[in-house]
């Protein structure tokens, strides 16, 4: 059963739109080297991810998401099993937000 993990963040400093290819270029090619798959939201120096895969290769993500220093403040929201992956198709699938929309 996979686990599904959802944290936000904050940004150090707002990232521009390079910044966050290059992050997201990276994240990618970790999560498909371990099956892991999710979301990233980017919202005026927010982040919502979420994270789903086997228990140790979420862990393994969790530990290089705790070591990036262009974030800080990770608050975990949920941790738990789920029965199918809500994001399976995407190793990491990002939508840029406005305030607004991560109120909501």
Do not use: C
């Amino acid at each position: 059963m996979p686990r599904q993990l959802i944290y936000t963040s904050s940004a150090v400093r707002h990232l521009n739109e390079s910044e966050l290819a290059q992050l997201l270029s990276q994240a990618r090619k970790h999560n498909k080297r371990l099956g892991v798959t999710g979301m990233l939201v980017y919202a005026d120096g927010s982040f919502l991810q979420v994270i789903e895969g086997e228990f140790l290769a979420v862990e393994e993500v969790m530990e290089r998401v705790s070591l990036d220093t262009r974030h800080t403040n990770i608050i975990t929201l949920a941790d738990r099993r789920v029965e199918t992956r809500e994001f399976a198709e995407w190793s990491m699938a990002f939508r840029p937000s406005t305030d607004s929309e991560m109120a909501n």
